[in-house]
């Protein structure tokens, strides 16, 4: 299995989630595009998805992706420090997601840590919901709709929903970018 996911629990919550919506595999299946057999083995844990595959999913459920990644203990207190960070997806040595905040809430936050000279371009995301931006270290190109963004310190990104976008740092240190959105 594939360690890029943090211990989520990712095949088990995707068919919770499924079974909460009255859903059957064959119409997952049909809405995500994907196997009725590869998603059945995602739900055993038998295999991890990529990001992309997971979106794909978590689109034809209705929910967030970070629904499905992070543990959303209850917690009441309202700071999360730096280093108590939820990790939720690491790719070692290129990228790190961190949730920013605890619990359930209508606006969410993580933080995505790309490595100097990755070019993190497989992540292709498409969400529900309008999300921004802001790059705290280095530099960032967005690519979505047929154009590139050259994103600096200081500089945010104002991204539609449903609008697919890519990554990569083209900077020469490690690019830190902090990402905000309401949850529907």
């Known amino acids: 299995m594939n360690d890029d996911f943090m211990n989520c629990n990712i095949g088990h919550k995707i068919k919770e989630i499924r079974k909460q919506q009255s859903m059957t595999l064959q119409q997952l299946s049909a809405a995500s595009g994907l196997s009725s057999g590869y998603l059945s083995n995602l739900e055993r844990n038998v295999i991890s998805p990529t990001i992309y595959q997971l979106q794909k999913v978590c689109s034809?459920?209705?929910?967030?992706i970070t629904d499905v990644l992070t543990n959303?203990?209850?917690?009441?207190?309202?700071?999360?420090?730096?280093?108590?960070?939820?990790?939720?997806?690491?790719?070692?040595?290129?990228?790190?997601?961190?949730?920013?905040n605890n619990g359930h809430n209508d606006i969410e936050g993580i933080c995505i840590t790309v490595e100097k000279g990755i070019n993190y371009e497989r992540t292709s995301w498409g969400h529900d919901y309008d999300e921004i931006a802001i790059i705290t270290q280095g530099s960032?190109?967005?690519?979505?709709?047929?154009?590139?963004?050259?994103i600096n310190e200081g500089d945010a990104i104002y991204i539609k929903k449903n609008t697919l976008h890519t990554f990569k740092n083209i900077g020469d240190k490690t690019c830190i970018t902090y990402w905000f959105y309401k949850k529907n």
Request: hydrophobic share 40%; aromatic share 8%.
């Open 72 to 100: 959303h203990a209850e917690n009441t207190n309202p700071v999360v420090r730096a280093n108590e960070r939820q990790v939720f997806f690491s790719e070692k040595e290129k990228v790190k997601y961190e949730m920013l």
């Open 60 to 64: 034809a459920l209705n929910v967030n």
């Open 140 to 150: 960032l190109c967005v690519e979505m709709m047929g154009n590139e963004y050259i």
